[in-house]
């Protein structure tokens, strides 16, 4: 049972380049998550998915795109990296409609944009 | 709006010590609350939730919280610290009906021996 799955684990990316962020979950979810994490900052939403087909904007979703491919698969695209986009970005998945049960991560992307 | 503060960036007890994790919320409608556990370089763990059943919460690794509506309070505490319980520490308070949760800035726990 693997959970949420991310990937890349590490990424280093020049001011300007573009890149996916994936992220797939086994547990039937319906519910999808992009959190970004920075020191002293907790983790902040960047968008969400409610249900497939649906995408919403977060805390910060500036800089940032997402696609709900399927039930499965929720990614984050940075069109144009900025080096304030360095931070470890986390997938986190839920059951639709409710929070009774927590979320559960990924085990996180490690972004650096130089 | 939600909101979640949690008081102290960095705790430090000795191994058997007793842990207390501050938590305060804000929220206009009774919340959800958590507890979440990040270990280094790993993701976020769940610890134990508060869904409006019991107000003493018990969560995996002998850690509960109390849930006090008067204090807007949902403190973490273990009587007695383990070396494996060195890690950072979340406080969440979640959209009750909703689908987002917002999570405080979190605590890092020090466990010296």
């Known amino acids: 049972n693997a959970g949420v799955t991310q990937t890349p684990k590490f990424q280093v990316l020049k001011t300007g380049q573009s890149m996916t962020l994936q992220c797939a979950q086994d547990?039937?979810?319906?519910?999808m998550y992009w959190y970004r994490q920075d020191p002293g900052m907790g983790l902040r939403l960047i968008y969400y998915?409610?249900?497939?087909?649906?995408?919403d904007k977060g805390e910060v979703p500036n800089g940032y795109n997402v696609s709900r491919l399927n039930k499965r698969e929720f990614s984050l695209r940075l069109e144009s990296a900025a080096p304030s986009q360095t931070s470890v970005y986390f997938c986190?998945?839920?059951?639709?409609?409710?929070?009774?049960?927590?979320?559960?991560f990924g085990s996180g992307t490690r972004l650096t944009v130089v | 709006a939600q909101s979640v503060t949690q008081l102290g960036s960095h705790v430090s007890v000795s191994e058997g010590a007793l842990v207390l994790l501050r938590c305060n919320y804000s929220s206009s409608v009774p919340p959800y609350l958590f507890w979440y556990v990040q270990y280094p370089n790993q993701g976020l763990q769940l610890l134990l939730k508060?869904?409006?059943?019991?107000?003493l919460v018990k969560g995996i690794n002998g850690f509960e919280a109390e849930f006090k509506k008067s204090e807007t309070s949902f403190h973490l505490t273990k009587p007695s610290a383990h070396m494996s319980d060195a890690a950072e520490y979340f406080c969440?308070?979640?959209?009750?009906?909703?689908?987002?949760?917002?999570f405080g800035a979190g605590t890092r726990l020090f466990v010296k021996a």
């Open positions: 986190a998945s839920s059951e639709a409609g409710t929070l009774t049960y927590g979320y559960t």
């Open positions: 998915s409610a249900s497939e087909g649906t995408t």
């Open positions: 547990m039937n979810h319906n519910s």
């Open positions: 969440a308070v979640g959209e009750r009906g909703g689908f987002k949760t917002i």
């Open positions: 508060y869904t409006s059943a019991a107000t």
